[in-house]
């Protein structure tokens, strides 16, 4: 498997590195099954109720799995459905395998699915997402010329 490394500056919640309040997330790569995969524990600067993670951080947890998935088709993609099955608690501290995959693709339009399991292995949480493909050029030279009519009235 690859480890998939953060962005130098990337300023995501879940993955950015240069996000001090981030959650700094690892994914590995595996090229083999299709898959992102992380392993990692949540501290209980995440919880809700005493000892049991924030379902809106589970919800994040799997919205990064699933959003990586994109890269096996060398393309970004940006959330447009999100839907969460909350299966069982998940603890703080306890060791959690993350899995993210894609189930179809039409167009622009990526599927892709997500599971959080424990350490034995038990399904604890669960998502389906849709994912649409963005062109990043167009995207970043519209915010330059955004910028650039923002720029005279900055002034004033």
């Excluded at 099955?85 to 603890?91: D, G, H, Q, T």
């Excluded at 167009?138 to 004033?156: F, G, N």
């Amino acid at each position: 498997m690859a480890r998939s490394e953060p962005e130098g500056g990337n300023l995501c919640f879940g993955c950015g590195e240069a996000n001090p309040r981030g959650m700094h997330l690892r994914f590995d790569r595996d090229e083999q099954r299709q898959r992102i995969v992380g392993k990692f524990r949540l501290g209980p600067e995440y919880q809700g109720a005493t000892g049991f993670i924030h379902g809106g951080i589970i919800a994040t947890v799997l919205d990064e799995v699933m959003s990586k998935v994109s890269r096996f088709s060398n393309v970004r993609a940006v959330t447009a459905e999100l839907s969460i099955e909350y299966l069982r608690p998940v603890r703080v501290g306890d060791e959690l395998t993350v899995e993210g995959f894609n189930t179809r693709r039409e167009g622009r339009q990526l599927y892709h699915e997500g599971e959080i399991r424990d350490a034995a292995g038990t399904l604890l949480a669960r998502a389906r997402g849709r994912f649409v493909v963005v062109d990043l050029e167009r995207l970043t030279r519209r915010e330059k010329e955004k910028a650039a009519d923002d720029a005279p009235r900055r002034r004033r």
